[in-house]
């Protein structure tokens, strides 16, 4: 079955130059020009989104922020800003990458093929980790602590996946993105940070344990 990806973006020449490369690649493609279309069209269920962030009325982050908690598939934003700023916002509200405009197509078409790949390598997983009052359940990639479920978006969980069940092991950021993100390339330390941020934040919610440690100059590890 091919993969079904929503292009958003304002811009109709970027929109359609999008459309034709994915479907050439054999993709079910739809499309939105505004963020509110987007909103209609999620209920398609995409596999992926790209998504514009700089759009009027509704723009990509405000999008993604109404959508997060009831869409797990993976989510790049395309966008103009480049500050470091601007990538954490667009990870704080649930974005898994970014790709900077004018971007080469071939490399957005390796990006969202890498996502997808991820995607279908974390279906397979079977197992179920038990923790003292922490539960993994790593087939239906759900997190639950003293028996209330913890809502993680969808790297996040790919975060706590690869840390808990390789405990004590060391991850550099470089690594964690590679093997999170799926991507052949040096990792975005930010990318990482702001990630691991919001799982601490989530997790220090419902609990006063750390799960998750940092090893100064290294990476970070799974305590447990």
Not at 11 to 16: A, G, K
Not at 56 to 66: A, F, K, Y
Not at 80 to 93: C, L, M, P, T, Y
Request: aromatic share 10%.
């Amino acid at each position: 079955m091919n993969n079904q990806i929503l292009i958003v973006d304002d811009e109709t020449d970027i929109v359609n130059l999008l459309k034709d490369y994915f479907e050439i690649n054999g993709y079910k493609v739809l499309t939105a020009r505004s963020g509110g279309e987007a909103l209609r069209k999620v209920v398609y269920n995409p596999d992926i989104i790209l998504l514009d962030i700089n759009m009027p009325e509704i723009d990509g982050l405000e999008v993604c922020t109404r959508i997060r908690d009831f869409v797990s598939c993976p989510i790049i934003f395309l966008t103009a800003q480049v500050g470091e700023s601007d990538k954490i916002n667009g990870f704080r509200v649930g974005g898994d990458d970014y790709i900077v405009k004018p971007f080469s197509i071939d490399e957005l078409g390796a990006r969202v093929e890498a996502h997808l790949r991820r995607e279908r390598r974390q279906s397979v997983k079977t197992q179920t980790r038990f923790s003292d009052d922490l539960v993994i359940d790593y087939s239906s990639r759900l997190v639950y602590c003293k028996g209330c479920p913890i809502s993680f978006a969808k790297k996040e969980f790919g975060i706590i996946e690869l840390l808990s069940m390789n405990i004590g092991q060391v991850f550099d950021k470089d690594h964690i993105y590679e093997k999170v993100w799926g991507l052949d390339h040096e990792g975005d330390s930010i990318v990482v940070a702001e990630h691991i941020r919001r799982i601490r934040s989530k997790f220090n919610e419902v609990s006063d344990h750390i799960y998750i440690s940092t090893v100064w100059g290294v990476g970070y590890k799974w305590v447990g």
